[in-house]
């Protein structure tokens, strides 16, 4: 990288490497989103009506069974102020979810409400898949005041509000705490990318273990990276970097690799489904901030949040990122879904029940509704309370329509480039090859 050659500084920060759970979805659902393909949206919406004036409204997501635990109690809670409005769920994980989204969608008859992410705003907007809430906005069934931090905007593509945030999140970088303190290094608002590559070097010569388990194939880390040099991953109809910018970012990663100061990607496969940084193979792991429950549960070290290193000292490119709620276009009812949408998102019943389950709660309401009991979740509350102090964070890089896809490729020919498989500058055509058609669709 142009800023961020290995130096010998001594010195010493989640998108993620992902966390195993997003490499393993990203790399099926790459395939599977990228070969199924969504015919126009044709035939009757969702939902059903009653004689006596109740409504059903279909609401889907991906997640576990914790989540719908959650959910289920949160829609009891619903129906019980809205007894004219059932609501009748559906859950399945990342993958099977948007498979089974899709051939709904193909059909006609997409879940009245459903769990979405900014990846897949523009992809389903540009099949008219998705409904324009900003009229329930207007009719005050749906408020989009009291989000924290701007989170809202989100969900804005051309003018149109095409979701709601459940939660927010950015990226951060997690460290085994005791690894980097016996190194001697400290991680502090601000640091550079010299200093961090400094410290990995410094971890792997001093700890005998690597530094970070693989930080080149995240495709939202290296959306920061591009930000704090004036470019970005995405432009709002395709890719806002060239083939010498992504040749030096993984020429790097790869040398690093070799030298053994970033995680042996084999050891990597070899340690899911754990992460390799709770499997005491690497001492840092980059990923998202509400991802990193995971690590104390997994390992036998303790791990805290870092910043993010800069280019610059300052800027570190980082944006509230979300999950949100999103509504079909053939709903019958769009009424009753901004009522649904507004309560999962504003209540501060539902604040409690949900947790951090899908990020930090995005709304005022919700968020000083919910006190988190536990170190970690008392963490993540604290590292987006000081990244927002820190004055950092922008507005979040426009997904065109194909950049779910996009992302599947980068993380799966990083993979391949890492171990060898690819040469550098054939994985760097490949993935413009891939995405440019993507982005093309």
């Not at 969608?105 to 540009?126: E, I, M, S």
């Not at 749906?142 to 939660?167: H, M, Q, T, W, Y």
């Not at 016996?182 to 961090?196: M, N, P, R, V």
């Not at 944006?319 to 509504?327: T, V």
Request: with cysteine; net charge negative.
């Amino acid at each position: 990288m142009r800023q961020a050659a290995v130096t010998s500084r001594g010195g010493p920060t989640v998108g993620n490497n992902g966390s195993v759970e997003r490499r393993t979805v990203l790399k099926a659902a790459g395939a599977s989103l990228a070969t199924l393909g969504l015919a126009a949206a044709t035939g009757c919406g969702g939902g059903s009506g009653s004689g006596d004036g109740t409504v059903t409204i279909r609401y889907a997501w991906w997640g576990a069974d914790e989540r719908a635990k959650r959910i289920n109690q949160s829609i009891a809670l619903f129906e019980k102020k809205y007894p004219k409005i059932k609501v009748k769920t559906d859950f399945q994980d990342y993958v099977a979810f948007w498979e089974k989204f899709q051939t709904q969608a193909a059909g006609g008859n997409p879940p009245d409400v459903f769990q979405n992410a900014v990846g897949f705003l523009r992809k389903y907007d540009k099949r008219s898949v998705l409904l324009d809430l900003k009229p329930q906005v207007e009719a005050g069934n749906l408020s989009l005041e009291n989000f924290r931090a701007g989170v809202e905007k989100v969900g804005e593509v051309d003018g149109k509000i095409l979701g709601v945030p459940v939660g927010s999140n950015t990226m951060s970088l997690v460290i085994d705490e005791k690894v980097f303190e016996k190194a001697g290094i400290k991680a502090e608002q601000g640091w550079t990318w010299d200093e961090y590559f400094a410290a990995l070097k410094k971890i792997h010569d001093s700890q005998k273990v690597a530094g970070d388990t693989g930080y080149f194939g995240i495709m939202y880390l290296y959306d920061l990276y591009l930000r704090q040099n004036g470019k970005a991953f995405f432009t709002a109809d395709g890719l806002g970097f060239d083939e010498a910018d992504l040749t030096e970012w993984w020429t790097d990663g790869y040398n690093r690799v070799k030298a053994g100061i970033i995680t042996d990607p084999k050891r990597v496969e070899q340690d899911k489904p754990k992460s390799s940084l709770s499997a005491a193979h690497g001492a840092s792991e980059f990923t998202w901030d509400n991802f990193t429950v995971r690590y104390t549960a997994e390992g036998d070290s303790t791990y805290g949040l870092a910043p993010i290193p800069t280019t610059d000292g300052k800027q570190t490119g980082q944006y509230l990122a979300s999950l949100m709620l999103s509504a079909s276009a053939r709903t019958q009812h769009p009424k009753e879904v901004a009522q649904f949408i507004n309560f999962m998102v504003h209540d501060p019943e539902v604040g409690k029940i949900m947790g951090y389950d899908r990020g930090i709660l995005a709304t005022t309401e919700q968020f000083e509704a919910f006190t988190p009991a536990d170190a970690p979740s008392k963490a993540i509350a604290q590292y987006e309370e000081d990244v927002a102090a820190a004055g950092v964070l922008g507005t979040i890089t426009p997904h065109p329509a194909g950049a779910d896809t996009a992302e599947a490729a980068f993380l799966r020919i990083a993979g391949d480039m890492s171990q060898g498989t690819t040469k550098v500058a054939d994985a760097v055509k490949q993935f413009f090859s891939e995405a440019k058609t993507a982005l093309a669709a």
